[in-house]
């Protein structure tokens, strides 16, 4: 289990204490819950002069799930982590939607409409809102945390690839100089463009080598727009010989590497753009910012001999890492953003026009889709047995409940206990990792 979050009972955080020592808390009435997810604990009685440890919070972002991990840096302990599983997706999908069903409004009337076009315009700094949430996102989780848990110092992993480092191994830090740290950016950076795979026959999970498109021997730079990954016995047949020789009979494939070679990573720059920009709003925080680069961290995460995910990659991120992580301990909590509902009164259909009756307030019940609810459902009935997640709300009564396990339907509403208020995320305990959550 990771750490629990204290609150002084002025609502200052204290140092986050075992679950051990929270059951003590909560047995003696010393405190109580104030928050389920994060589990955090308020103290009935003001504890004056406490020192609370400080903590480092190190972010990961990625484009679907984003790791968060609480370091504290002297003893190297990894105090609490989650991972956090972005909308950004789904936010796109439905802004595409949206606009479908205008277009389709639009040229029902069909007046003359003058054209608009010229007269809209992106001001400086526009960036696509699937990026927006994502930054919103983490921005939501720091500022939560500050409030639950003594936060230090952050964390962030600004850049996937250092390019600068690749291109010029020489610009900075003896890491770099020894050529340790500059290979992994390099690697990371082929294993990602090449989808970790032989660019010549597509074997995949088989170790791979760096090879040159056209060689050294033949005037190829060791610039990365030449440089590809072969498996051995492709890097071995290959030897010498120009690409244009040695796929001499594959012209398709000869076409496409010479294509994919060329074009620059598209979604790793935009990563790039939402770090940087992550980086600009973390500054407003008021806590000392370190940033760290894709490279160091898998240096980091490696050399400790730990396996990737995302927690345990935020947990490495920066050369503030401390030489032994603790992490044996720590189940990362599962974060999904589900946003907080839309505005729209009644669901359409594929048309535009209203599908459903006007959305009523219920009546039955106070639960409000989005509640964390615990569901008892007795051996009587269909779907018996303990369902705990994310419920969804129906005026008839009957809730469907998101738990780790999958969707449970038609559970009535007098088997549940809400366990926390809707917040605009879902919470699961995951073991391990949760890349095989379901989606928002
Ligand atoms: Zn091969």
């Known amino acids: ?253 000869l076409q496409r590497m010479l294509n994919e070679a060329r074009t620059p990573l598209r979604d790793a720059a935009a990563v790039n753009t939402m770090r940087s920009r992550l980086y600009e709003q973390l500054q407003g925080v008021g806590l000392p910012l370190e940033s760290g680069s894709g490279g160091r961290t898998k240096y980091n995460r490696t050399r400790r001999g730990l396996p990737k995910t995302h927690w345990l990659d935020a947990a490495c991120i920066g050369a503030s890492t401390p030489e032994e992580l603790q992490t044996s301990r720590v189940t990362p909590l599962g974060i999904t953003a589900y946003g907080h509902g839309c505005r729209q009164v009644c669901l359409m259909d594929e048309h535009g026009f209203p599908r459903t009756k006007p959305k009523r307030k219920p009546t039955k019940h106070t639960f409000r889709t989005g509640d964390q609810v615990r569901a008892v459902v007795p051996a009587r009935l269909t779907h018996a047995g303990v369902h705990v997640g994310r419920m969804a709300s129906k005026a008839s009564g009957a809730f469907s409940i998101t738990t780790a396990q999958g969707r449970v339907t038609d559970i009535g509403y007098r088997y549940c206990v809400l366990i926390q208020h809707r917040d605009g995320y879902g919470y699961l305990h995951v073991k391990g990792g949760r890349d095989f959550l379901p989606a928002p």
């Open 1 to 253: 289990m990771s750490k629990v979050f204290v609150l002084n009972a002025n609502k200052q955080p204290l140092s986050p204490v075992s679950p051990a020592r929270a059951r003590i808390l909560l047995t003696k009435g010393q405190a109580a819950v104030y928050r389920s997810y994060p589990f955090t604990l308020i103290l009935r009685h003001v504890i004056e002069a406490a020192v609370p440890v400080p903590l480092r919070l190190k972010i990961d972002p990625g484009a679907r799930v984003s790791g968060l991990a609480l370091v504290n840096d002297t003893t190297g302990e990894v105090v609490w982590a989650a991972e956090l599983a972005h909308r950004g997706f789904a936010v796109k999908a439905k802004l595409y939607d949206r606009g479908v069903v205008r277009r389709n409004r639009r040229s029902r009337k069909t007046r003359y409409r003058g054209p608009r076009w010229a007269n809209r315009q992106r001001c400086a700094g526009w960036l696509p809102p699937s990026l927006l949430s994502r930054i919103a996102n983490v921005l939501t989780w720091v500022k939560r945390l500050q409030r639950w848990c003594p936060l230090a110092a952050l964390s962030l992993e600004v850049v996937k690839f250092d390019l600068q480092a690749m291109q010029n191994p020489e610009i900075s830090g003896r890491a770099y100089q020894q050529g340790e740290l500059m290979g992994y950016e390099l690697r990371e950076y082929l294993l990602h463009k090449w989808h970790r795979k032989c660019a010549y026959c597509g074997k995949a999970g088989v170790p791979l080598q760096i090879d040159h498109i056209v060689p050294r021997g033949r005037g190829g730079t060791d610039r990365v727009s030449n440089l590809t990954l072969a498996c051995e016995r492709c890097n071995q047949a290959k030897g010498d010989q120009d690409v244009q020789a040695f796929l001499k009979r594959k012209p398709a494939v």
